[in-house]
């Protein structure tokens, strides 16, 4: 049997730049693509997973504790670092930093409102 690897993770946003800028602040490099006549957005691979942010419909993200609703984590190597350059692109702080057994960790919602889980490992 096979084991299954997932590799794509696609981000829809009615504001590409503002996003890019975003995520960029987590320390990924975005490159920009466009594959034949499809939309520009931007691409950044992360050990064999591909983040690519598309354009999309202007909307609103389900609420992280509804159904449908998707959360990303990231591990980073200083949470209140992190948190104050992600404020300064538009993040919004649902969780503040707290002890768990992972870590330091946060909860933050990206200007088109998906919740971020933000973890400084424990050292």
């Known amino acids: 049997m096979t084991k299954t690897l997932l590799n794509l993770i696609i981000l829809r946003t009615a504001d590409l730049k503002q996003t890019a800028e975003f995520y960029q602040q987590l320390g990924l490099e975005f490159i920009e693509e466009r594959h034949g006549a499809g939309p520009i957005h931007y691409a950044c691979e992360l050990n064999g997973l591909v ?3 598309y354009p999309g419909k202007p909307g609103t993200a389900p609420d992280r504790k509804s159904s449908g609703a998707t959360t990303l984590g990231f591990q980073v190597n200083s949470l209140e670092a992190m948190l104050e ?12 930093p707290q002890e768990s057994q992972w870590g330091r960790r946060a909860v933050v919602q990206d200007p088109e409102g998906r919740a971020i889980e933000l973890t400084e490992p424990l050292h």
Not at 85 to 94: F, I, T
């Open 51 to 53: 983040l690519e942010i």
């Open 85 to 96: 350059a992600l404020k300064a692109k538009g993040g919004l702080v649902l969780t503040p």
